[in-house]
């Protein structure tokens, strides 16, 4: 069974049309994090949650926001898409804190957006 | 600021052969290491992790090694599979707080293995 769930699988907005993504865990993990992907590349950090507390990469475009209403789930708004948004959008989740060594990240499926 | 490089971009090897990944690193003072797995269009699979201290780890047919020193990781595929064809993809960890939670992706291996 998916433990980190992404929706949609694929989302296709047009330039400029707020859009939003969603992203759900069972595992109730208290870090969260929103990964941007484009073709053949590395996934970039966009920001992540550490329990309630938002943490924000220094090259993250103003374009894009997080909220994170309660521990399961997390969404990525994008504001203002333009053409260069259009990527492969991760959603990650971690237990993180005292004695937990480890901390491997789980990945959702990902949303793929289409910017018409 | 940490980098990470994979090389090669890509293989092709055919069915059956031991095949070795390359992942290296800037900074070697990691906190831990960890290899993916990423079909086409899919998110990421975690495949093993291997902590600052530790030497190796291994999960079936595949074992990763780290050389912190020298800024190195390998991941060791042995008797390659069809279904093995994927983008292998490393990330290292610096910290356990902070912004040194993120993981710094290297920019993938992508893999097939030829029937």
């Known amino acids: 069974d998916a433990m980190v769930i992404q929706n949609p699988r694929y989302q296709v907005t047009q330039f400029g049309k707020p859009v939003t993504l969603s992203c759900s865990q069972t595992?109730?993990?208290?870090?969260m994090y929103w990964y941007q992907q484009k073709s053949s590349q590395a996934p970039k950090l966009l920001f992540h949650?550490?329990?309630?507390?938002?943490?924000n990469e220094a090259d993250t475009p103003d374009n894009f926001q997080s909220r994170r209403p309660n521990t399961s789930f997390c969404f990525l708004d994008i504001r203002s898409p333009g053409l260069g948004d259009a990527a492969m959008y991760l959603c990650?989740?971690?237990?993180?804190?005292?004695?937990?060594?480890?901390?491997?990240?789980?990945f959702g499926a990902g949303t793929r957006l289409s910017v018409l | 600021k940490q980098e990470v490089t994979q090389i090669p971009a890509a293989l092709s090897v055919p069915e059956g052969e031991n095949l070795v990944l390359n992942c290296s690193f800037t900074?070697?003072?990691?906190?831990?290491l960890q290899w993916f797995r990423q079909d086409p269009g899919k998110g990421l699979t975690s495949l093993l992790l291997?902590?600052?201290?530790?030497r190796e780890q291994t999960s079936g047919r595949l074992n990763a090694s780290l050389d912190k020193s020298s800024g190195r990781s390998t991941l060791y595929i042995a008797a390659s599979q069809p279904g093995d064809s994927a983008t292998y993809l490393c990330?290292?960890?610096?910290?356990?707080?902070?912004?040194?939670?993120?993981?710094?992706f290297g920019s993938g291996t992508q893999l097939t293995v030829l029937p």
């Open positions: 291997i902590q600052s201290s530790q």
């Open positions: 990330a290292v960890r610096m910290g356990s707080s902070g912004s040194a939670r993120q993981l710094t």
């Open positions: 990650a989740t971690s237990r993180q804190g005292q004695g937990i060594a480890k901390n491997i990240q789980y």
């Open positions: 595992l109730n993990h208290n870090v």
């Open positions: 949650y550490y329990d309630k507390d938002f943490n």
């Open positions: 900074d070697s003072a990691i906190y831990n």
